[in-house]
Each structure stands twice: as structure tokens, then as C-alpha cells.
């Protein structure tokens, strides 16, 4: 099952407090969130009836795709959570043979910037507000939330 536009925008108004330089636009961000829609495919994860994490997957040429949104409920920032999105995006990955996975994190954007690092995510190149990254499938095989889960 794939979360829907209004889950979508729900999850960002509570985590993302300023997008760009200022304050979260709902609006903008709606239309943002059915851009991505068209081109991106969706993966949730949920608990107790709610979106608490999800991640917009676009397909690229050569085994890549593209990363155009991550988010994690702050009150659900936890292994479990994580270990369900990873293996949905691992799951995603292998069926449509992605090798590559990138992404823009911007400079301020301190714990997605130490979650793209701990999920094995690496810098490729900066400008003066963002990173872009590059990670590669087989490297999520590796997170220890993964390794844990298949010795359990």
C-alpha cells in the first residue's frame, strides 16, 4: 500500500518546521508532494493507523533512482520503524533492478544529514546549501538495523 497525498503532507507539517530558508508553505509542499507523485513511487510504513515514515523513490536511467523525499515521525524514530522502510525500499530496489540510489540533503537539515551517513550514504558533491549523495543498494543490505533482524 502506498500513503497517500494528504498522509504525505501530514507527516511533512509536523517534521519538516521550515523548508527552503523559511517557514513550511502547506500549500507549496501539496504541490510538491503531487509532483512527485507523478514521477516518484511512494513507500510508507505505518503504525497504529498512522503514516510514520515514508520515502518518494524516482526511477532513473542505468540503475538509478533518485531519492526526492525521506521522512521519519519524530515519535516513532526507531529500529522497527526504520527495518520496515529499509526492507520496503530494498524490496522496490531489487524489483526494479536499482543499483544506485541518490540524494540532495540541505546543509541545516542536521539529522537527515546523519541518517544518510549512517545509512551508508555518500557525499559526491556540495554547493553552498545542500549535499548530494549516492548510496549503493547493496550498502543498505549492510545497515545493522538489517544484520540484527535477520540473526533474530
Same mark, same amino acid.
Given at each position: 500500500?502506498? *500513503?497517500?497525498?494528504? /498522509?504525505? =503532507?501530514? =507527516?511533512?507539517?509536523?517534521?519538516?518546521? /521550515?523548508? &527552503?530558508? %523559511?517557514?513550511? &508553505?502547506?500549500?507549496? $509542499?501539496?504541490?510538491?508532494?503531487?509532483?512527485? =507523485?507523478?514521477?516518484?513511487?511512494?513507500? %510508507?510504513? #505505518?503504525? /497504529? %493507523? $498512522?503514516l510514520?515514515?515514508?520515502? =518518494?523513490? $524516482? *526511477?532513473?536511467?542505468?540503475?538509478?533512482?533518485?531519492?526526492?523525499?525521506?521522512?521519519?515521525? *519524530?515519535d #516513532?524514530? $526507531?529500529?522497527?520503524?526504520?527495518? &520496515?522502510?529499509?526492507?520496503?525500499?530494498?524490496? #522496490?530496489? @531489487?524489483?526494479?533492478?536499482?543499483?544506485?540510489? +541518490?540524494?540532495?540533503?540541505?546543509?541545516?537539515?542536521?539529522?537527515?544529514?546523519?541518517? +544518510?551517513?549512517?545509512? %551508508?550514504?555518500?557525499?559526491?558533491?556540495?554547493?553552498? #546549501?545542500?549535499?548530494?549523495?549516492?548510496?549503493?543498494? /547493496?550498502?543498505? @543490505?549492510?545497515? *545493522?538495523?538489517?544484520?540484527?533482524?535477520?540473526?533474530?
Amino acid at each position: 500500500m502506498s *500513503p497517500s497525498a494528504a /498522509e504525505l =503532507l501530514a =507527516l511533512d507539517a509536523l517534521t519538516l518546521r /521550515e523548508a &527552503d530558508g %523559511g517557514a513550511l &508553505d502547506l500549500a507549496a $509542499q501539496a504541490r510538491r508532494i503531487q509532483e512527485s =507523485l507523478h514521477c516518484a513511487h511512494a513507500l %510508507g510504513v #505505518w503504525r /497504529e %493507523g $498512522q503514516l510514520v515514515a515514508y520515502v =518518494l523513490l $524516482q *526511477p532513473q536511467e542505468l540503475g538509478r533512482a533518485f531519492v526526492r523525499g525521506f521522512c521519519l515521525h *519524530p515519535d #516513532w524514530r $526507531q529500529a522497527g520503524v526504520l527495518l &520496515d522502510l529499509l526492507r520496503a525500499v530494498l524490496a #522496490w530496489v @531489487t524489483e526494479h533492478g536499482v543499483s544506485e540510489l +541518490h540524494s540532495h540533503v540541505r546543509k541545516g537539515n542536521a539529522e537527515s544529514l546523519a541518517l +544518510h551517513r549512517q545509512l %551508508g550514504f555518500a557525499v559526491v558533491a556540495e554547493n553552498e #546549501w545542500a549535499y548530494a549523495f549516492v548510496a549503493h543498494a /547493496e550498502a543498505l @543490505t549492510r545497515h *545493522p538495523v538489517l544484520r540484527r533482524a535477520a540473526r533474530n
